[in-house]
């Protein structure tokens, strides 16, 4: 992590290479929403903002929400607008208020990022309550699972959630999260977690220290899913049991299949694999988190400043009905990366004529977590950088396109705080290495499945880029305050020194094969590590074991591929494993080691349950005699004395990149 630095009127990664004369002259001409006011909550209304400039541009449009109370916060961060006849036009800002009735505070910022002039406007438009009288309402979303329930305010220092169960079943409810009271502003909920076609019965809870008031009761049936969005088909091996972990009865899977159709929607199921949630942007997307709020953490393609790709170029907060409650976007981080001095993270389609020590960064990628403190965020995306001919092993005597990460840190307010640029920790031992290529010599060309967007490969660059580390999931471990990440192409998980913020950056070690552990091999398996592995996480809020789905590319290679010190085996099938670390005489210990009885060859999951058993999920397992891929989702419970276990629950879904179990969808898993 270099020093911030003062921002500069110029920002080449987004505009022309060189600054035009500070005299532009940005005029906004209009700003306005689909709807005029007032309009009632959960209304999704469209705001346009148009804007002219005696320069020619581009012209960058943000959107701040200031609800009734707290300041203005980010919506959509700046993003370029289309330009014709002379008039630029935003990009479509769709605000859909689900929470809070009141007189809002919308503003736009526009920016001219070539000369750095900015202008705004604010429009003040008021939203009004569901709730009229002493009933509570609940009404549709655009979700057919997902309805909004609101009740009227509470009183100060009190507290609200919804109970809501199945009309036909006296079975355990499920409750919302507590929200605080804010008097004299009504209340109002997403429930979610509903089976399609079913009536349900709602009513809140008010709770004021340890006493609980229910309120009147109200029914609301859910629609039916429509036939536009694909069913993902499910196939139960092993039915849910008594050994089987009723707490979390919840599996969230976000279905991404790779160039397959149909392509399915992220869904929700209970243990029988019958939907209780979906959400379908309508093409292939990243859920990488649920989050404490009812919200969802999402990778999701879409025009932004690079004109050349629109793959995996945002990130967004989704809510249960699918509303982006705030969103950022490659070009908008690249401007204040740059200012802050990581000169590897330019726009990619800034950089003309590539050669060695260029580098841009192209898309998000795998994984984004808001576990950080006080709300931050992190995400991953991918860094092209040029180096000199033979780096690698490369033989073409051209110089080499290389593949790193940037992991990038925002504040509350989805600003950039912190980032570690992998390339700034290339120098060798014990940080990252340039020189240790990929263990299975894994490259991309342009538009190579599995691999991000590429924009430095042409003439008198080498024909393929090495996909160097293809990091692949995230952990922040509280007890430290540090930021573990997963190389799926090094055989590595490794702590960086984060420090909350105040870190170094440089790699503290490095786990797997070839690392700086030592693996406690207590029942001498022929290949005890980890290879190519999907989700670190320690369980336990960090104080428990790590949990891994080894997918085992490495160890099931054939025989004389080497990492250097272990070779492959050309046998074996992907395991779920949990490992007890010890930083102090850096040794890892085996507590599960499970053979998944398939061979997974890239994403999965790995959580500890409630009950002590495991959940695990294969992810992409090719059918044998097809081309096709499917997932597995498997429950473990494993067996006293020793590191096995047998499975209690196995549900059979398509490709899949990652799945979660849970209680509801209102409390994700801690890791």
Request: charged share 10%; aromatic share 10%; glycine share 10%.
């Amino acid at each position: 992590m270099k020093p911030a630095r003062v921002l500069t009127a110029c920002l080449g990664a987004l505009a022309a290479t060189l600054c035009a004369p500070a005299y532009a002259r940005v005029k906004i001409t209009s700003f306005t929403p689909s709807l005029t006011a007032p309009q009632v909550l959960g209304t999704p209304v469209t705001w346009t903002a148009t804007a002219t400039d005696s320069n020619p541009g581009p012209l960058a449009f943000r959107f701040d929400v200031g609800t009734p109370g707290p300041p203005a916060v980010l919506a959509r961060d700046f993003n370029v607008g289309k330009l014709s006849s002379g008039t630029w036009t935003s990009q479509p800002f769709v605000w859909v208020p689900t929470t809070v009735e009141g007189s809002y505070q919308i503003r736009v910022v526009i920016k001219d990022f070539t000369s750095g002039e900015t202008k705004a406007q604010t429009v003040n438009y008021t939203i009004t309550p569901l709730v009229t009288g002493t009933m509570p309402v609940v009404v549709a979303t655009a979700n057919p699972l997902v309805a909004l329930f609101s009740a009227p305010s509470c009183p100060a220092g009190s507290e609200m959630r919804v109970s809501f169960q199945q009309a036909s079943t006296t079975g355990p409810a499920t409750k919302t999260s507590y929200a605080n009271c804010n008097p004299p502003g009504t209340m109002t909920f997403e429930i979610a977690g509903m089976y399609p076609s079913t009536q349900y019965n709602m009513f809140s809870q008010v709770r004021h220290g340890s006493h609980i008031t229910n309120g009147p009761t109200v029914t609301f049936t859910t629609g039916t899913i429509p036939s536009s969005v694909p069913i993902p088909p499910f196939t139960i091996n092993v039915p849910a049991g008594s050994k089987t972990d009723k707490a979390d009865a919840v599996i969230l899977q976000n279905m991404l299949q790779f160039g397959a159709i149909p392509i399915y929607p992220a869904v929700a199921t209970d243990l029988s694999a019958n939907i209780i949630w979906y959400y379908d942007p309508g093409e292939s997307f990243f859920l990488t988190r649920p989050l404490g709020d009812g919200t969802f953490l999402t990778l999701e393609n879409g025009p932004s400043w690079n004109p050349l790709t629109q793959t995996l170029q945002f990130l967004r907060q989704i809510d249960l009905a699918g509303n982006i409650v705030r969103e950022t976007n490659i070009g908008a981080l690249s401007a204040q990366l740059v200012a802050m001095g990581a000169t590897d993270a330019q726009m990619c389609n800034t950089v003309t004529s590539p050669a060695i020590g260029s580098a841009c960064m192209g898309a998000f990628h795998h994984d984004a977590i808001q576990t950080l403190p006080n709300g931050d965020t992190a995400v991953l995306a991918d860094i092209e950088k040029i180096f000199p001919a033979g780096t690698q092993g490369d033989t073409t005597g051209l110089p080499v396109d290389i593949i790193g990460d940037i992991i990038i840190v925002l504040n509350p307010n989805w600003q950039v705080v912190w980032y570690f640029d992998t390339f700034d920790h290339a120098g060798g031992a014990p940080q990252l290495d340039i020189n240790r290529p990929p263990v299975l010599g894994e490259v991309c060309q342009s538009f190579t499945l599995g691999c991000p967007p590429l924009f430095l490969l042409g003439s008198g660059i080498a024909p393929n880029a090495h996909d160097w580390l293809h990091a692949n999931a995230l952990y922040y471990w509280p007890q430290d305050q540090d930021i573990v990440f997963s190389t799926r192409n090094q055989d590595w998980v490794m702590k960086i020194d984060y420090n909350n913020g105040a870190g170094t950056g440089n790699i503290l070690w490095r786990m797997g094969p070839c690392g700086d552990f030592t693996f406690n091999n207590t029942e001498n398996e022929r290949w005890p590590w980890f290879s190519h592995q999907h989700e670190f996480g320690v369980e336990n809020s960090g104080a428990g074991a790590a949990t891994i789905l080894d997918n085992g590319n490495t160890r099931y290679s054939q025989p004389g591929v080497s990492t250097g010190c272990m070779s492959g085996l050309g046998e074996g099938n992907s395991r779920g494993i949990a490992l007890t670390i010890d930083e102090t005489s850096l040794q890892v210990t085996p507590v599960l080691s499970v053979d998944l009885q398939v061979k997974s060859y890239a994403d999965g999951s790995a959580q500890l349950l409630s009950n002590g058993n495991y959940f695990f999920l294969a992810s992409d397992v090719l059918l044998p005699g097809t081309l096709s891929f499917v997932s597995y989702n498997d429950e473990i419970r494993p067996k006293t004395g020793t590191l096995g276990g047998g499975q209690v629950l196995n549900i059979q879904a398509p490709q899949n990149y990652r799945a979660w179990r849970m209680t509801d969808l209102y409390n994700p898993p801690a890791t």
